[in-house]
């Protein structure tokens, strides 16, 4: 299965960029989207695929709490 997680750029050199995703800091690749450091973006692969909204974050945070208290 894949799953893209979304987080806010804090940092941007080129093309390369650094993505707090829930508190952790992961490198990304932002050449398919055009986004500055306080963007929201979604990740997968470490690539930014798109640019999110900081109300897209906060519903997919929710989704992601669910299901870290799933047993099924």
Known sequence: MCIAVAGMVIEKEGNKGKVDVRGNILN???TLVDARVGD???LHAGCAISLVT???V???DELFEQMEGYDG
């Open 40 to 42: 929201y973006v979604l």
């Open 28 to 30: 990304a690749e932002l």
């Open 54 to 56: 900081k109300n897209e």
């Open 58 to 60: 906060e519903e997919l």
